[in-house]
């Protein structure tokens, strides 16, 4: 009984040492990790050193380590010493289990604030695919697992990190997808918080001897370090990946059969037969080329492709490789896809905004140059309401502190930096014009992107315009979205036969941007552009050479909150 009670006052204390702890006190600067990989067993196994900062404002002597639900912690030491730790299931939906195996660290002294620490760390276990986060808020299982694909097999081999699989230690709050963007937040959170961090793993997988020898992929710098045969059956493949800084990437790495199709401007590595798809992809890389090397200039690292096993799964994009099914023949997907990773390889950033959000504007101005302006109206236009439900929501939880928390320089929501992100840069393009975009982007170099407004800068510059403004309502607050009606309408015959016709523009919503106004007649229409301000009007007058019938503000081009009152019926003009 006495033992009973000693350890139930130790689990006590352990249990409100976990509710009180700060996961997120510190930062993970450093990761020096050897991870083998079995993918006959599905099994992982990483020993290796983390260092790790104390941005808290307080001094810290615990800490959270979290892997996989499905990887267990062997051990844990502080300067070769072995520190007291307790592990235990943590819900989370980072992981595509639903669940974390973390580990709360007492350690021997105090973590002072900006204070370092290093662990050395150890932890194995299988990788197995899972969709169970996926399927307990409802997603049908066969659905589930062409979005959560990752796993260690046999036969393939594909495992993304943090948001997918926490195959290398991290520390969040809990997350949860039912529960809005909440998991999407804390992967953000840990983005940015981890932007600066340096990552060296050197990856080892080994396995039976095959005709063709499984080749392992990493999306950080790689290379092949040296081949153990291990025995007359088995191999030993080393391959060293670094990522410094690791920025926006999300590690992954992949193993499977493939082969290897290599072009100037990017590499395609295809499975079995699929060479017919991946050299539709290559074709349409080769054509995009000129159109970025435009608008981001000339590529700086080699953009590259490699097939997903599933033929339905989800693509996935880490920065300048694309992880993708090559089984169909799909020439529009695959230039859509080959334009906004070649933008990312020719022209990077620390802003998720601008990185993010050029690769997408990126995807718009190539559907305008294939298919005219409408087509890229058309594709930014599926962006339109998951922008306008995000803002939506925003305005309601955040109410006063949502100008601030949720900008496009500081969010976390891929609905603003991503979606929102490519209306603004359309926006800034159709203001400015091409010429002076291109020049301003050019000029941009991101390790002088040291402060918000850099930017700003580099367009007026190039564009002799004051955009102070419109930076103020979409970048660096976040103001919601304009809301344009046309208030009135007058027109009148003028003494030579044409109409002049005079629009009063209102603005419902808090930010202001320059959309264009278009009177439609008979004959055709005329467009002309007005800026307006939030919670304001203005008034402009077009003139056509016949009768005008409606007037219609915004053709599509600035994202609002509501699309249903942009158009207005003419009556019989005044003489």
């Not at 810290?60 to 062997?74: E, G, M, P, R, V």
């Not at 926006?248 to 699929?274: C, K, M, Q, W």
């Not at 906004?340 to 950033?349: I, V």
Request: charged content about 25%; overall charge negative; aromatic content about 8%.
């Amino acid at each position: 009984m006495k033992f009973l009670r000693v350890l139930m006052v130790i689990l006590s204390a352990l249990s409100v040492q976990a509710f009180s702890l700060d996961r997120e006190a510190f930062t993970f600067t450093k990761y020096v990790l050897d991870v083998r990989i079995e993918p006959e067993q599905q099994r992982l196994a990483v020993r290796g050193k983390i260092t790790l900062r104390n941005d808290s404002t307080s001094a810290q002597k615990n800490l959270a380590l979290q892997i996989s639900s499905t990887l267990d912690w062997k051990s844990i030491q502080v300067g070769g010493k072995t520190v007291q730790f307790v592990t235990h299931e943590y819900s989370s939906d980072i992981d595509h289990t639903g669940a974390l195996s973390e580990a709360i660290v007492t350690l021997p002294h105090e973590v002072p604030p900006k204070g370092k620490i290093e662990l050395d760390v150890g932890y194995e276990g299988l990788i197995p695919l899972d969709v169970t986060r996926l399927t307990q808020i409802g997603v049908p299982e066969d659905k589930a697992r062409h979005t959560d694909w990752d796993q260690i097999s046999k036969s393939f081999t594909a495992v993304r990190g943090v948001g997918y699989v926490a195959w290398y230690p991290v520390a969040t709050e809990a997350a949860n997808l039912s529960e809005g963007n909440s998991m999407f937040e804390a992967v953000g959170r840990w983005k940015a918080r981890e932007t600066q961090a340096e990552m060296k793993i050197e990856l080892t997988h080994s396995g039976e001897r095959s005709e063709q020898r499984p080749t392992l992929f990493c999306n950080g710098r790689g290379t092949v370090q040296g081949q153990d045969p291990i025995s007359e059956a088995d191999y030993g493949v080393t391959t060293e990946c670094s990522y410094c800084p690791l920025g926006l990437t999300v590690p992954l790495f992949l193993i499977g059969s493939y082969n290897a199709l290599d072009r100037p401007e990017i590499s395609i590595s295809y499975l079995g037969e699929h060479k017919s798809g991946a050299e539709d992809y290559a074709i349409a890389a080769e054509l995009a080329v000129p159109f970025v090397t435009q608008w981001f200039g000339q590529p700086r690292v080699k953009a590259e492709v490699v097939e997903l096993a599933n033929p339905e799964a989800a693509p996935f994009e880490a920065g300048s490789m694309v992880l993708t099914p090559l089984g169909y023949n799909d020439s529009r997907r695959y230039a859509l896809t080959a334009v906004h990773q070649l933008t990312h390889a020719a022209l990077a950033s620390p802003r998720p905004w601008i990185y993010e959000g050029l690769a997408h504007f990126a995807q718009a101005a190539y559907r305008e140059r294939q298919n005219g302006r409408q087509a890229a109206l058309d594709f930014m236009g599926l962006h339109r309401t998951a922008i306008a439900d995000t803002e939506k929501a925003l305005a309601a939880d955040h109410k006063e502190n949502a100008a601030a928390s949720e900008s496009l320089i500081n969010t976390n929501s891929e609905e603003l930096y991503r979606s929102k992100a490519m209306y603004v840069w359309w926006m800034l393009r159709d203001m400015v014009g091409d010429d002076a975009m291109q020049k301003a982007l050019a000029a941009y170099h991101p390790d002088q992107d040291k402060a918000p407004a850099y930017l700003q800068h580099l367009v007026e510059a190039q564009s002799k315009r004051d955009l102070e403004w419109f930076f103020d309502d979409w970048v660096y607050r976040d103001r919601g979205l304009p809301d344009f009606h046309v208030e009135s309408v007058y027109s009148r015959q003028t003494i030579h036969g044409t109409y002049m016709v005079t629009v009063l523009v209102e603005n419902l919503g808090d930010a202001g941007a320059e959309v264009p106004v278009t009177v439609r007649t008979d004959s055709g229409e005329v467009s002309k552009r007005l800026e307006v301000r939030g919670n304001s009007k203005n008034a402009i007058r077009i003139e056509v050479s016949t009768p005008p019938q409606q007037v219609v503000v915004n053709d599509g081009s600035v994202p609002e909150s509501d699309m249903s009152n942009n158009s207005f019926k003419v009556r019989t003009p005044a003489r």
